[in-house]
C-alpha cells in the first residue's frame, strides 16, 4: 500500500533526516549535501540555520549527506588529519574529546572541539611538496574563515565519502559531545603536531639522527619552548620514524641529557648543527609552528636581512664540535686553564694540521685544500686570555714532533720576503771552473716546508701590509691557497714550493676595527677563522697543567699523527657527500654554506665551504680515517658556526664601502642630523666626489642604517637632513 502524504505524522524519517535531528540536538547546525558530494550546493547555505521546525523542508527522504557549519557561536572545530603521519600521532597533541570520526581507510581522521573564542582556520602545508600533491596539507584547523565570518563546513556520519564510497562513521565510544576547549590551547596544539610531522618527514637518514635529536632539544630549549613539549615533538618523531620499536627510553635519554646542560650553562649541541642536517625551509616552518623562530630571530635574520638591531656575543662550540681526540684533549687540560676552550680547539686543529703537512688534502672543483689553517683569536687584551692557549696545546705537539718544534716561528710577519724565506726552496747560481759554467748550490733551502706561525701581535703585521711595496698580504693569500710563494724582489729572488704555513694570530677588537681598511681585503681576511676570546674562569693558583699524566695520550695521538701523514687523497664517503649535497642542487650543507651574506661579515666569510671542508679533513685524519664521515662535517659545521658568529659579532655593521663606513659614523654622531653639503665639506673634507658620496648614502638608505628628511621652506634649491638610523652597535 503506499504511502500517504496527507499528513507529516505518516511519513517515515529518512536515515539522513535522523542524523541531522541528533546534530540538531548536539547543538549543531547541520547542512544538507547531495549524496557522495562534500559540498553544498543550495544558495547562502552558510547562513541556513535549520532546526526541529524546518528540518524536513531539507531532508525530505532521499538520499543525502550532511554536513555542519564551524565556526559557530558555539565555536565548533573541526582538526582535519589529512597526512598519515599526523593520523599515527595525534592522540599524543590533541586534547581528550567525545567526538571523533573518519572512514574505513582514513579512521579517526576528524577531531571536534568547541571553542573559545571561535578558532580561525589555519591550515599546515609541507613547503616542500607540491602545491597540488596530496602529500602537501598534513593537518587543517578548520573553524571560522580568514575574515572571522561562518562559512566553512565538514561532512560528518552517518555520509558517505565522495572519493571512496566508504562510509563515514564514529569512532567506537566516541559519539558524544565535542570537548571544550580554549583557542589558544588548541591552535598550539595543532600547530606542534603538524611541525612534528614536517620534522618527522624530512629527519636525516640513520648515522645522523641522534645528532639531530640533540640539536633538536637544544635548538628548543633555548628558543623558551617547555620541556614538556620537547619531550611529545621528540617522541612524535619517534614514533613516525620508528613506527613499530620506538625506543621511548633513548628518545628521553637524549631531552634530559641536553636540557641538563643547557640549565647548567654547559654547551649543547644546538641550531647551528641542526641547520646542517635539516632543509633550512622545513626547519624555519616548523619553528615557526612551534612559536620557537622568535627566539631564534638573530639566527635568522643573519641569513636574509641586511642589517640587525642587536649581535649577541657567540654562543660556545657545541659538544659536537668537541669531536674525537680533539675534544678529548681539550677536555683534559680545559679545567686547568683560564684559556677560551672555542680558541684552544681551534688552535689544536690549526696545530693538528700543520704537523700532518701537505700530503693529505681533499679536492673541490680544481682547488685542493691541505689541512693548514688560519685562525685569529678576537679578544680583549688581558681578558681575553689568548695567549694561555699556546701552552695547553703546544705542551703536546712539541713532543709527538720534535723536528715541529723548530718549525714554529713567533710573530715575524713583516714582510712577504720574510714569510717565503722561512719556507724556501734550494738556490742555484752559475760558477766557472776552466772555462766552463756549472749550477752550484748556494742556498740549500728549507727541507721541512711545514712552517707554523704564532703572531701575537697581529696589529703589527696589519700594519706592515700598509706599507707601500709590502707583499706580505698576497704571501698569506698564495700560502693559504697553494702552498706557492714567489717573491720577485730584484736583488733576491725567492720561490717556495709545497709550504705547509698555518697560522695563528691574536688581536683586541680595538685594534682590529682600526685596522679594518684596505688592508683586511676580501681576499685576506676570508682566509681566518676569526674567533671571538674570553677568559673561561679564574684560577688564582695557576691551575695543574703541568701535572697531569700524558704519556698514553702522547703516545696514542703521536702513533695516529704518524699514520695520516702518508695518506693524500681524502674523499668523502657516501653519507657525507649526501649530507654536503649533490651536484646542481640547492639543498645540503654546501649550498647553505654557499649562501650571501651582507657587509664586511660577508666578506670575510665568503669561504665558508673551504673552511668547513678543512676543519673536516682534520678531524678526519685525527680520526686516522681516510674517508670524510657526515659526523665530521657535522663536527667541522659547528666549529664554522662559532667562527661565524665571531665574524658576525666582530664585522656586523661594518660596510665594505670605506666612505659609508666613514658617513655612518659621522651621521650616529649628529643627532640633529647633517646635510649633504656638511657631509662633503666637513665630513669628507671635499676630498670625495658627487657621485661616491651619492653611492654611498644609497648603500646606506638600502641598507636601512640612514634615512634622508626634507627640510622646508629653505626659500631655493629643496635641502635634505641625513640621520642614522637607531641601531645598537655591533661591537
Request: aromatic letters at 8%; one cysteine or more.
Amino acid at each position: 500500500m503506499a504511502c500517504s502524504m496527507s499528513g507529516p505524522h505518516l511519513a517515515l524519517p529518512s536515515p539522513a533526516a535522523t542524523a541531522a535531528e541528533s546534530w540538531i540536538k548536539r547543538g549543531c547546525w547541520p547542512v544538507p549535501i547531495p549524496s557522495r558530494e562534500k559540498k553544498p550546493v543550495l544558495d547562502a547555505w552558510q547562513h541556513l540555520r535549520i532546526t526541529h521546525e524546518n528540518l524536513d523542508l531539507y531532508f525530505n527522504g532521499a538520499a543525502q549527506n550532511i554536513g555542519v557549519l564551524l565556526g559557530d557561536d558555539n565555536g565548533l572545530a573541526d582538526v582535519d588529519l589529512d597526512s598519515k603521519e599526523a593520523l599515527l600521532i595525534a592522540s599524543e597533541f590533541l586534547p581528550d574529546t567525545g567526538l571523533i570520526f573518519g572512514h574505513k581507510s582514513k579512521p579517526a581522521s576528524h577531531y571536534f572541539y568547541r571553542t573559545d573564542p571561535p578558532i580561525i582556520t589555519r591550515q599546515f602545508k609541507d613547503p616542500l611538496a607540491a602545491k597540488k600533491n596530496d602529500q602537501a596539507m598534513i593537518v587543517e584547523l578548520r573553524g571560522r574563515k580568514s575574515d572571522n565570518t561562518v562559512g566553512l563546513q565538514t561532512v560528518v556520519p552517518p555520509s558517505i565519502h565522495r572519493d571512496t564510497g566508504e562510509p563515514i562513521t564514529f569512532e567506537p565510544g566516541y559519539d558524544r559531545d565535542p570537548a571544550k576547549v580554549k583557542a589558544r590551547d588548541l591552535g598550539a596544539a595543532v600547530s606542534t603536531l603538524a611541525a612534528t610531522v614536517l620534522l618527522a618527514r624530512h629527519w636525516p637518514k640513520e648515522g645522523l639522527r641522534h645528532h639531530a635529536f640533540l640539536a633538536l632539544a637544544g635548538t628548543l630549549a633555548r628558543s623558551g619552548v617547555e620541556a614538556g613539549v620537547i619531550l611529545a615533538l621528540h617522541r612524535g618523531i619517534y614514533r613516525v620514524l620508528w613506527p613499530t620499536n620506538a625506543d621511548f627510553t633513548a628518545c628521553a635519554s637524549e631531552i634530559n641529557t641536553t636540557l641538563e646542560k643547557e640549565k647548567a650553562g654547559s654547551p649543547t649541541t644546538a641550531f647551528s648543527t641542526l641547520s646542517g642536517l635539516l632543509n633550512p625551509v622545513v626547519l624555519k616552518k616548523a619553528l615557526e609552528w612551534l612559536n620557537a623562530s622568535q627566539g631564534l630571530a638573530h639566527v635568522y635574520d643573519r641569513r636574509g636581512p641586511d642589517t640587525w638591531d642587536s649581535i649577541p656575543y657567540p654562543q660556545p662550540i657545541g659538544a659536537v664540535g668537541f669531536h674525537g681526540i680533539a675534544g678529548e684533549y681539550i677536555r683534559l687540560v680545559e679545567p686547568h686553564t683560564e684559556a677560551d676552550p672555542n680558541f684552544m680547539l681551534l688552535y689544536f686543529l690549526c696545530a693538528a694540521g700543520n704537523v700532518i703537512g701537505r700530503g693529505p688534502h681533499v679536492r673541490a672543483g680544481g682547488d685542493q685544500h691541505s689541512a693548514n689553517l688560519y685562525v685569529c683569536a678576537v679578544g680583549s687584551t688581558s681578558s681575553g686570555r689568548k695567549g694561555s692557549a699556546t701552552a695547553p696545546v703546544e705542551i703536546l705537539f712539541r713532543t709527538v714532533d720534535n723536528k715541529w718544534s723548530a718549525r714554529i716561528q713567533a710573530g715575524g710577519l713583516s714582510s712577504g720576503e720574510g714569510l717565503v724565506y722561512a719556507v724556501r726552496d734550494p738556490t742555484y747560481s752559475r760558477e766557472e771552473t776552466d772555462g766552463r759554467y756549472r749550477e752550484v748550490e748556494s742556498d740549500p733551502g728549507v727541507l721541512d716546508k711545514r712552517l707554523f706561525v704564532r703572531q701575537s701581535e697581529f696589529h703589527g703585521a696589519l700594519q706592515n701590509m700598509k706599507r707601500n711595496g709590502n707583499n706580505l698580504s698576497a704571501m698569506i693569500r698564495d700560502g693559504w691557497d697553494r702552498g706557492e710563494l714567489n717573491s720577485m724582489t730584484k736583488n733576491s729572488p725567492l720561490h717556495a714550493t709545497n709550504a705547509h704555513i698555518s697560522i695563528v694570530a691574536s688581536i683586541t677588537p680595538e685594534e682590529l676595527r682600526r685596522s679594518l681598511a684596505d688592508e683586511i681585503d676580501n681576499g685576506f681576511a676570508n682566509r681566518f677563522l676569526w674567533c671571538c676570546s674570553k677568559r673561561s674562569k679564574y684560577l688564582p693558583s695557576g691551575g695543574r697543567l703541568f701535572d697531569l699524566d700524558l704519556t698514553d695520550f702522547r703516545n696514542r695521538f703521536g702513533l695516529r699523527l704518524d699514520q695520516v701523514k702518508k695518506y693524500t687523497d681524502i674523499r668523502r664517503d657516501p653519507e657525507a657527500e649526501e649530507l654536503w649535497g649533490r651536484d646542481n642542487s640547492n639543498r645540503g650543507m654546501y649550498a647553505e654554506l654557499c649562501r650571501e651574506r651582507p657587509g664586511l661579515f660577508g666578506a670575510v666569510t665568503a669561504r665558508a665551504a673551504p673552511q668547513v671542508l678543512r676543519l673536516a679533513l682534520i678531524l678526519a685524519l685525527l680520526d686516522g680515517k681516510d674517508l670524510i664521515s657526515a659526523t665530521h662535517l657535522t663536527a667541522a659545521r659547528e666549529i664554522w658556526r662559532y667562527c661565524e658568529e665571531s665574524a658576525r659579532f666582530i664585522f656586523g655593521e661594518k660596510l665594505q664601502n670605506p666612505i659609508a663606513n666613514e658617513i655612518l659614523n659621522a651621521l650616529r654622531s649628529a643627532p640633529t642630523g647633517l646635510t649633504r653639503k656638511h657631509i662633503f665639506e666637513q665630513v669628507l673634507g671635499k676630498h670625495k666626489s658627487k657621485d661616491e658620496i651619492i653611492d654611498a648614502l644609497a648603500e646606506l638608505e638600502r641598507r636601512s642604517l640612514a634615512r634622508r628628511e626634507p627640510v622646508p621652506n629653505t626659500g631655493g634649491r629643496p635641502a635634505e637632513l641625513w640621520f642614522a638610523e637607531t641601531k645598537n652597535s655591533a661591537c
